[in-house]
């Protein structure tokens, strides 16, 4: 069964440093999607991407974030000058376009566990 | 308010029984719910979602959507030890496909 992958399953970056998470969704998806979740609490929505371009972010998603589709394959999250509080799992997600019932359902990848120090 | 709550548990059911898993949200503009399995330190896993009022089974799990009284839930029948983990709500809003999460109900079988 088709599955979302990433890597690297553990990040350790040093407080100013950036980094990037990457994915490889399910290949017949068009919706990429990049949520977080620090320990302990809620699974947090950062960004949607569809068609080479975002398509919805969150208040999270601010300058200190970009992602990319650089080529066919790979989905990318980049957070530059990581601060204490980026520590948090990352998941990657994806999903079809929907039909007309509009299907949004979502599958996650394994995450990227991202400790800042 | 918080938009979608759910009690945090744990809920303790017998092996065999039914479990039984709530889940309330605020937007009365909400299109789509999800129910997630998250075992301790893994990744949300789809179980189940639901677009229109009414049940929808899919063999042991059954979601149940009431969106006048803006509640979902889930039914475990016949819970095993391994369906033990997390189980977390997810809404989207009409027209987007960002999720919304609840903090998500932890679910003991004891065997």
């Known amino acids: 069964e088709p599955e979302v992958t990433q890597t690297p399953s553990h990040q350790v970056t040093q407080m100013g440093q950036e980094v990037i998470l990457r994915c490889v969704p399910i290949?017949?998806?068009?919706?990429f999607y990049w949520y977080r979740q620090i320990l302990g609490q809620k699974v947090e929505f950062l960004v949607s991407?569809?068609?080479?371009?975002?398509?919805?972010k969150s208040e999270i998603f601010d300058d200190q974030f970009s992602v990319e589709r650089p080529d066919g394959s790979n989905f990318t999250l980049k957070i530059r000058s990581t601060k204490l509080e980026d520590s948090a799992m990352y998941f990657c997600?994806?999903?079809?376009?929907?039909?007309?019932?509009?299907?949004?359902?979502?599958?996650f990848g394994p995450g990227t566990r991202l400790t800042v120090t | 308010q918080k938009e979608v709550e759910q009690n945090s548990g744990p809920l303790s059911v017998p092996e065999g029984a039914i479990a039984s898993l709530n889940c309330t949200y605020s937007d009365r503009v909400s299109q789509s719910f999800f129910w997630y399995r998250q075992y301790s330190g893994k990744s949300p896993e789809l179980i189940m979602s639901?677009?229109?009022?009414g049940d929808k089974e899919d063999g042991r799990f059954t979601a149940q959507l009431n969106k006048a009284s803006q509640y979902v839930s889930l039914l475990i029948r016949d819970s095993q030890p391994s369906d033990s983990a997390t189980y977390l709500c997810?809404?989207?809003?009409?027209?987007?496909?960002?999720?919304?999460f609840g903090s998500g109900t932890r679910l003991q079988v004891q065997p």
């Open positions: 997810a809404v989207n809003r009409t027209g987007r496909r960002a999720l919304t």
């Open positions: 997600a994806s999903g079809t376009s929907g039909g007309p019932v509009s299907s949004y359902e979502q599958y």
């Open positions: 991407f569809y068609n080479n371009e975002i398509s919805e």
């Open positions: 290949s017949n998806h068009l919706y």
């Open positions: 639901i677009y229109s009022n």
